[in-house]
């Protein structure tokens, strides 16, 4: 059989391999249309194939093509040798040879720019020659321009040129472009000011799909072991990347292993020997190529692999990832692009990069070495700042972090040090200059007065030193404040102290009317404010002796049970004190569970029983007939049963009096965990054979479920409704079934086993504990929600609250964490919009499917309701807080009222609209859209006017906003902020960075205005465009920025609707309520921990010991 795949390079246009996507009808279609296409993706994606194919289409439609591959022009040619390197392809591509002599051509000409050139061979040539009704003209490789030592902007301002001159010279209406590359609009042109891409089309080339890729199952047919699923693996392991897919299929015909056999030994093991044609070490080199980048690039996949996807933001670092080919973007989300790129690329790889590329690998492998002792090898100084640098945005390792804290802890010690021998020196030379004075004392009015002097500069000099002594503290603590911020991804307590502790420091050499610019620090004053905004780390619960295995919460949620290897079960009251320990069981104790009316607890152990107690610890009830340990029990709804599993292989149902009703035999190896269904008719088991099953109480196998791939399960828990079954894994993930068997989701992201999952209440959200160190939450369709860390080894048990707003973990580090949840339903949401009211007091959330959710200031949900617009880009409120205005991307604005009924509708605009807001009175609003239009509407009557529209440059218009005289209007674009008068007067521009300006906001008395960027930094300018003051925040994703009504406040607007507050004269009562505020957070972790209540200054003396 003749039928060859093709592994890399162009495909022929009749190729029997060639795959037919979107792309292909979509770039057609536009090229037909006379549209200037580009097409930018990662390599070996069929880019150069697509266009063969459609280059063939066109010229069988008698149009007439030529393609320039920038690879064949002379990289060390200069200008003018470049351009006429690109017409001499054309020339030739185009077949114009005995049209006119070349050379004499370029030589009368040899005096113009070469770009003039280029333009008067289109002009004078192409559109004279070609006698094609359309004239299309393909770039390929265009991403090699980026290596060239000149700018080529004018070659891209030409393309824009020839589509403009559409509008005076009909012939230029035959002449359309196209790019082919692996670049973004941004990295070709360097003349940022310069918007050529505007006016075309970009085009999406993605993966093949199953159905796209049926044909390539001709070549396999023929195969002695084929399988009919053979195709839906292959898309499987590689996500449909083209170059993959065909060698995936390539090698099956070469072989006779099954699937998954063969990727592993042909493709991913040794994968080094096996990358031929070159394709993996392509994205690695990509990834790595350039050191300065490569770090932070390392990061941010590091973060989609612990966390499966993050939201996509269109960063320059982003888009160079997606270009690697490692990523994808899907649903507004970066992920891996395929199962094959994460076990190659997997965090193990990461880590080991990262390690190459640390600053300081030698200074810790020293440190390391000496069992953490030597402190001489931890940095300091600008080494420590630099390593500090390196490090953010990337998840390290716990050693890595140790490393940086202790360096920082030296550091500090040792400025703490110097100032004090400087203070002893100065006490020292103050006692000198004293004696020396007293013996040279005379008595006369000309040496009193020569005194008087020298007392008065002695007080000067002690004033000067002491402002020297606050600036250097000052630097200090600013150095310190960062790196608590670091220290809070892993530590959130104990960096949540220390930035208390700094914060105070600093609340002792400033004095009261000191406003932030003159503060010697300010680091420590945003991580507090940040810390207190984000931490869910609410109390530690110690006591125990070993690895604690099992958690429960009472149903009224005033205890919580900790089951431990020490063969204990504390209980413990809400405010985390030990009120009762059971002791009984002669082994490790591997399962707790509170019955259903909170007033009895049962426990498995290692001693072969379980038992039941009451709340005072004594003994009711043991079950002694399991022949080997008893890993898990749980009660029934009705609270009158139990069912334990064991490593027996079985598991039992009992009755209260320790009766045996049922043996459950069936799985291969030992029980880990079992549990009932919410009607209390079934059960369902997870064993180390790999298989879940669900039983009736008879003993029935109703069904089994599992992977051949999966060689244990060790949780499973019923969904609150009793439809779904979720189960956690030896590999890694948590999955999730219906009742019918079919698996509804699966859950990656834990680098280690995933040893327990349950449901939240509601049956929303699923939490996973894994060996890892690590809890998660998820949504059901497996997106990341959150992820809980700090704890230093293997998180055993993590279980929701019975109102679904805590979680308690327990890990092998001997603590269990209380852990306090924020925001779960709007985090889970793809939220594209968020705004806030002009009160402060209501935030309105719009996400991807059309849906408001309106919370109040301390985010609960007010109300929800589903509009008619799909893809919301922008919300605002009324001024009354009674309507909301939304619009997106298909240019109409809606308005509703703040109970979900629309009150009105109008298209404003065929391009998308991304930024609307009401005037102060209600009575207009402005748009602005992706083409970079301002329009200004009147609304009377449920009818609109517009009354004026301008355009502000060729970018989106990411917010707009009035002023609070409603007389000038602020927009926002990317990197800049201009203000302008009602009838499109520029008035002031403001330059901000490179990155997009997300939010925009006039202060109440329109003095100053504020603005928040893409990267999370906020700044605050006077009207003359001075800058005042700036600071950052740490979010995915920001949506907006507005003062609080009395301006004293700058609010920042994330994604999920949380605010970020930061007071624009940070007053030294400011600095109190921060402390308060942490006080109160931490009023149950210091209630049992006097030593640090008494360090902790600001909280001595407002919480109360805790005695038993």
Same mark, same amino acid.
């Given at each position: 059989?003749?039928?060859?795949?093709?592994?890399?390079?162009?495909?022929?246009?009749?190729?029997?391999?060639?795959?037919?996507?979107?792309?292909?009808?979509?770039?057609?279609?536009?090229?037909?249309?006379?549209?200037?296409?580009?097409?930018? /993706?990662?390599?070996?994606?069929?880019?150069?194939? =697509?266009?063969?194919?459609?280059?063939?289409?066109?010229?069988?439609?008698g149009m007439d093509c030529a393609s320039v591959d920038i690879t064949s022009i002379g990289s060390n040619d200069n200008l003018s040798q470049w351009y006429n390197g690109v017409i001499t392809r054309l020339f030739l591509g185009f077949n114009l040879t005995g049209k006119i002599n070349l050379k004499s051509w370029l030589r009368e000409r040899e005096d113009l720019p070469p770009v003039q050139r280029l333009g008067q061979f289109i002009e004078e040539v192409l559109l004279v020659y070609c006698r094609g009704e359309k004239i299309y003209i393909f770039i390929d490789e265009i991403d090699k321009i980026l290596s060239l030592q000149f700018s080529l902007d004018d070659f891209f301002s030409l393309i824009r040129y020839c589509y403009n001159q559409r509008a005076e010279n009909s012939q230029y209406e035959r002449i359309t472009f196209a790019l082919f590359g692996v670049a973004t @609009?941004?990295? =070709?042109?360097?003349?940022?000011?310069?918007?050529?891409?505007?006016?075309?089309?970009?085009?999406?080339?993605?993966?093949?799909?199953?159905?796209?890729?049926?044909?390539?199952?001709? +070549?396999?047919?023929?195969?002695?072991?084929?399988?009919?699923?053979?195709?839906?693996?292959?898309?499987?392991?590689? !996500?449909?990347?083209?170059?993959?897919?065909?060698?995936?299929? %390539?090698?099956?015909?070469?072989?006779?292993?099954?699937?998954?056999?063969?990727?592993?030994?042909?493709?991913?093991?040794?994968?080094?020997?096996?990358?031929? @044609?070159?394709?993996?070490?392509?994205?690695?080199?990509?990834?790595?190529?350039?050191?300065?980048?490569?770090?932070?690039?390392?990061?941010?996949?590091?973060?989609?692999?612990?966390?499966?996807?993050?939201?996509?933001?269109?960063?320059?670092?982003?888009?160079?990832?997606?270009?690697? +080919?490692?990523?994808?973007?899907?649903?507004?989300?970066?992920?891996?692009?395929?199962?094959?790129?994460?076990?190659?690329?997997?965090?193990?790889?990461?880590?080991?990069?990262?390690?190459?590329?640390?600053?300081?690998?030698? #200074?810790?492998?020293?440190?390391?070495?000496?069992?953490?002792?030597?402190?001489?090898?931890?940095?300091?100084?600008?080494?420590? /700042?630099?390593?500090?640098?390196?490090?953010?945005?990337?998840?390290?390792? /716990?050693?890595?972090?140790?490393?940086?804290?202790?360096?920082?802890?030296?550091?500090?010690?040792? #400025?703490?040090?110097?100032?004090?021998?400087?203070?002893? #020196?100065?006490?020292?030379?103050?006692?000198?200059?004293?004696?020396?004075?007293?013996?040279?004392?005379?008595?006369?009015? $000309?040496?009193?007065?020569?005194?008087?002097?020298?007392?008065?500069?002695?007080?000067?000099?002690?004033?000067?030193?002491?402002?020297?002594?606050?600036?250097?503290?000052?630097?200090?603590? %600013?150095?310190?404040?960062?790196?608590?911020?670091?220290?809070?991804?892993? &530590?959130?307590?104990?960096?949540?102290?220390?930035?208390?502790?700094?914060?105070?420091?600093?609340?002792?050499?400033?004095?009261?009317?000191?406003?932030?610019?003159?503060?010697?620090?300010?680091?420590?004053?945003?991580?507090?404010?940040?810390i207190l905004d984000r931490i869910q780390e609410k109390n530690q619960l110690q006591g125990h002796r070993g690895t604690i295995y099992s958690v429960s919460i009472s149903p009224d949620r005033q205890k919580i049970a900790t089951a431990s290897q020490d063969g204990t079960v504390k209980i413990w009251n809400q405010k985390g004190e030990n009120i009762q320990t059971l002791t009984g069981h002669q082994g490790a104790v591997y399962s707790v569970s509170f019955s259903p009316d909170g007033q009895k607890i049962a426990t498995a152990s290692e001693d072969k029983t379980a038992k039941i107690w009451n709340l005072q610890g004594q003994n009711l009830v043991t079950y002694p007939d399991h022949q080997e340990s008893v890993y898990s029990v749980s009660f029934s709804p009705d609270g009158q049963k139990i069912v334990t599993t064991s490593r027996d292989k079985t598991a039992r149902l009992w009755n209260l009096s320790g009766q045996t009703l049922q043996v459950f035999k069936g799985?291969?190896?030992? $029980?880990?965990?079992?549990?009932?269904?919410?009607?209390?008719?079934?059960?369902?088991?997870?064993?180390?054979?790999?298989?879940?099953?669900?039983?009736?109480?008879?003993?029935?196998?109703?069904?089994?479920?599992?992977?051949? /791939?999966?060689?244990?399960?060790?949780?499973?828990?019923?969904?609150?409704?009793?439809?779904?079954?979720?189960?956690?894994a030896a590999d890694k993930t948590a999955k999730i079934w219906d009742l019918q068997g079919n698996l509804i989701a699966t859950f990656r992201g834990h680098q280690d086993f995933v040893n327990s999952v349950n449901f939240s209440p509601d049956g929303q959200f699923i939490i996973t504990a894994s060996s890892d160190g690590s809890a998660k939450i998820w949504g059901l369709q497996g997106e990341e929600i959150t992820t809980l860390r700090g704890h230093q080894e293997s998180v055993f048990t993590a279980v929701f609250s019975q109102d679904g707003k805590e979680v308690v973990t327990g890990s092998s580090d001997e603590t269990a964490k209380i852990w306090q949840l924020n925001n779960l339903n709007q985090a889970k949401a793809d939220n594209t919009s968020v705004t806030i009211n002009s009160r402060g007091n209501i935030i309105a959330i719009a996400n991807k499917d059309g849906q408001i959710t309106l919370l109040d200031s301390q985010g609960k949900?007010?109300?929800?309701?589903?509009?008619?617009?799909?893809?919301?880009?922008?919300?605002?409120?009324?001024?009354?807080?009674?309507?909301?205005?939304?619009?997106?991307?298909?240019?109409?604005?809606?308005?509703?009222?703040?109970?979900?009924?629309?009150?009105?509708?109008?298209?404003?605009?065929?391009?998308?609209?991304?930024?609307?807001?009401?005037?102060?009175? !209600?009575?207009?609003?402005?748009?602005?859209?992706? &083409?970079?239009?301002?329009?200004?509407?009147?609304?009377?009557n449920h009818r609109t006017k517009l009354i004026n529209s301008w355009t502000v440059d060729d970018s989106i218009i990411y917010d707009l906003v009035f002023s609070p005289d409603h007389q000038k209007i602020a927009t926002a674009t990317r990197g800049k902020i201009k203000i302008w008068d009602l009838q499109g007067n520029l008035l002031k521009e403001i330059k901000t960075d490179s990155f997009p300006v997300y939010g925009v906001s006039f202060s109440p008395d329109g003095e100053k205005i504020a603005a928040i960027s893409r990267d999370g930094t906020a700044r605050r300018w006077d009207m003359d465009g001075n800058l005042r003051s700036e600071f950052k925040i740490e979010e995915d994703i920001v949506y907006g920025i507005a003062f609080s009504p009395d301006g004293q406040e700058i609010v920042i607007i994330a994604r999920d609707g949380q605010k970020h507050r930061w007071p624009l004269e940070t007053e030294y009562d400011y600095l109190q309520k921060l402390l308060d505020r942490g006080c109160l957070w931490l009023e149950d972790y210091l209630r049992t921990r006097p030593e640090k209540r008494e360090a902790l200054s600001p909280c001595t003396g407002k919480i109360k010991p805790f005695t038993f």
């Open positions: 059989m003749n039928y060859q795949y093709r592994v890399g390079g162009s495909l022929a246009y009749n190729h029997p391999t060639y795959i037919e996507r979107n792309a292909d009808q979509e770039l057609l279609t536009a090229l037909k249309n006379g549209q200037f296409c580009y097409i930018f /993706n990662c390599r070996q994606m069929g880019k150069s194939s =697509l266009r063969v194919r459609v280059t063939h289409i066109l010229q069988q439609l @609009p941004a990295d =070709l042109i360097r003349e940022k000011t310069q918007t050529s891409f505007n006016i075309g089309q970009a085009i999406e080339l993605t993966g093949f799909n199953l159905a796209e890729i049926a044909p390539l199952a001709e +070549g396999l047919s023929s195969q002695s072991n084929y399988q009919p699923d053979w195709l839906e693996k292959v898309i499987f392991w590689t !996500g449909g990347q083209p170059f993959l897919t065909q060698k995936i299929c %390539q090698l099956l015909r070469e072989t006779n292993l099954d699937i998954e056999t063969l990727i592993k030994e042909r493709v991913i093991n040794n994968w080094e020997s096996h990358d031929e @044609p070159v394709h993996l070490r392509t994205i690695a080199d990509r990834l790595l190529r350039n050191q300065d980048k490569a770090g932070r690039l390392l990061g941010i996949y590091q973060q989609i692999l612990e966390k499966g996807a993050i939201a996509y933001d269109d960063s320059p670092e982003q888009g160079e990832l997606r270009l690697s +080919g490692l990523v994808v973007k899907k649903h507004n989300k970066l992920v891996v692009y395929n199962p094959i790129y994460r076990e190659i690329f997997n965090l193990n790889w990461v880590e080991k990069q990262l390690e190459q590329l640390r600053p300081y690998s030698e #200074a810790l492998a020293a440190w390391q070495q000496s069992n953490y002792t030597d402190e001489s090898r931890l940095l300091r100084g600008k080494a420590l /700042n630099n390593a500090l640098d390196w490090s953010q945005g990337k998840s390290l390792s /716990n050693l890595d972090y140790q490393f940086l804290t202790a360096s920082q802890n030296l550091d500090k010690r040792e #400025a703490e040090i110097s100032l004090e021998t400087q203070k002893q #020196a100065n006490k020292i030379l103050a006692i000198a200059h004293k004696k020396a004075t007293k013996r040279i004392q005379i008595g006369s009015v $000309i040496l009193i007065a020569s005194l008087l002097g020298s007392f008065f500069a002695f007080i000067q000099v002690k004033q000067a030193w002491q402002q020297v002594e606050s600036a250097k503290l000052g630097i200090q603590l %600013q150095r310190n404040g960062d790196s608590y911020w670091q220290q809070f991804q892993f &530590e959130e307590l104990e960096s949540l102290i220390a930035a208390m502790q700094a914060v105070n420091s600093l609340k002792n050499i400033v004095t009261d009317d000191q406003t932030l610019g003159k503060y010697p620090a300010t680091s420590p004053i945003i991580t507090l404010q940040q799985h291969k190896r030992s $029980i880990d965990a079992a549990s009932f269904s919410p009607d209390g008719q079934k059960i369902a088991t997870a064993s180390r054979d790999g298989t879940i099953k669900i039983w009736d109480l008879s003993g029935k196998i109703i069904l089994s479920l599992g992977q051949e /791939n999966i060689e244990a399960f060790y949780s499973v828990n019923f969904s609150p409704d009793g439809q779904k079954i979720a189960g956690a949900k007010i109300r929800e309701f589903t509009t008619k617009m799909r893809s919301i880009y922008s919300i605002a409120f009324h001024p009354d807080s009674n309507q909301i205005a939304i619009t997106g991307r298909n240019g109409k604005v809606q308005i509703w009222s703040e109970k979900g009924t629309m009150l009105q509708e109008f298209t404003a605009s065929q391009a998308p609209i991304y930024s609307l807001a009401f005037n102060g009175e !209600g009575t207009a609003i402005i748009t602005g859209t992706s &083409e970079g239009k301002v329009q200004y509407w009147h609304l009377s």
